[in-house]
């Protein structure tokens, strides 16, 4: 199984009053380009596309998401989708800008778009094979009015895994350990909840993990001994940005 | 050559690069301040990386604000797509050499030192006197 994993489109930020959009939308297309060059399985959206309070660049965002989504979808790629501290709205409602997204419920339709606004363990199908691709164990970030606890969720979610699948957990959660970067000082945004390290070391069989949230691509071992894999942003957003590598990571398990 | 946990178990994780806008910081001690001309516009950064760039322009204080637009104009036309200007730090208001502080000296050299430049009709009574009080205070 071959996996596309990006992160942190931002595609409604401005540096030094510069729209930036244009170059994020120019860096999904090199990964949609990739995702069927290289016929991955399965594309996954770790969060953080773009904050909720300028309705125009919402609008703007979520027609890029969903037009990826539905590319993908054309091209027999099932893509998972989750929201980061960016993406959550703030009014009780647990809504964020992947909503328009999860109302077109694409996954009853046969699409394969599955979009996770809450936790949720799916079992992602293939588009053009029979058996079942992967257990997807997936983390978002939530609204404070929706707030969960990811260890107890991961615990319950590894009693009910395919153990014939391996298992991928993606989240968009801080992780404790990992050098901050502009994400958490002229970026900030939300509160701190953290990746249960633990919880999903002790998911059995053969893993992958990743983790948005932060925008330097890097591979970060936890003090148990987890890997999580974090693919950064697609863009140098900010100054302190300026010596990042962007791009995305293709896992084969 | 060393394998990840992920690799040894069966998993391999690999970046990918995409074409990205450089974000670029022109510093203080850039040789553009200077007007070094060469291939490199900032000393650091070649013309090429500068097209389609944005540039964070930090003047030192003794740059002033022509010499700050010539840098800015030198960027835009090497095709900086925007060019940002931070604030400049003020110039000192004391100069360096007041700011340095007198090599440390022993009490009897300041006292001596002091006595030298005394306004007195009979220097070396004077002196007489101190020495035998720095001498008292076992100095």
Known sequence: MKVLVTSDWHHDWSTYGVVRAGDVEEAVGETLTAAVKQAVDLYLFLGDLADPEDGPAVLKAAA???????????????????????????????????????????????????????????????????????????????????????????????????????????????????????????????????????????????????????HRQQTFTAPNGLQVHIPGSLARLT??????????LIAEV | MRRSASEKRGARVTGHPVKARELLTVPEDCSLWVGVPGPYVAGIV??????????RLKPPPEADDAKVEQARQALLRSGALAVRLMPRRRKAVVPQAAKERP??????????????????????????VLDEALAQAGL
Not at chain 1, 120 to 131: C, M, P, S
Not at chain 1, 203 to 213: C, D, E, Q, S
Not at chain 2, 46 to 53: E, H, I, S, T, Y
């Open chain 2, 103 to 128: 090599a440390p000296a022993s009490h009897r050299e300041v006292v001596m030192e002091l006595a030298a430049r005394a306004n007195t009709p009979d220097r070396a009574a004077l002196i007489a």
């Open chain 1, 64 to 214: 890029l998401a969903m037009n990826a989504a539905c590319i993908l979808s054309s091209e027999g790629i099932p893509s998972v989708w989750i929201p980061g501290n960016h993406c959550v709205v703030e009014d009780g409602s647990g809504a964020t800008v992947l909503r328009p997204m999860l109302m077109m419920n694409p996954v009853s339709k046969g699409a394969a778009i599955y979009v996770s606004e809450v936790p949720r363990l799916h079992r992602v199908e293939g588009l053009t094979k029979v058996e079942g691709l992967s257990n997807v164990i997936a983390l978002p970030f939530t609204a404070s009015s929706h707030a969960y606890d990811p260890a107890e969720f991961v615990r319950k979610s590894a009693r009910e895994l395919d153990a014939r699948l391996p298992t991928i957990v993606m989240g968009h959660l801080c992780m404790p350990g990992v050098q901050p970067g502009e994400e958490t000082t002229e970026m900030p945004r939300g509160r701190e909840v953290t990746f249960p390290y633990d919880a999903v070391q002790a998911i059995p069989g053969r893993k992958l993990v990743f983790n948005g949230h932060y």
């Open chain 1, 239 to 248: 100054m302190c940005e300026e010596h990042h590598s962007p791009g995305y």
């Open chain 2, 46 to 55: 070649r013309v090429d990386d500068v097209k389609g760039a944005i540039v």
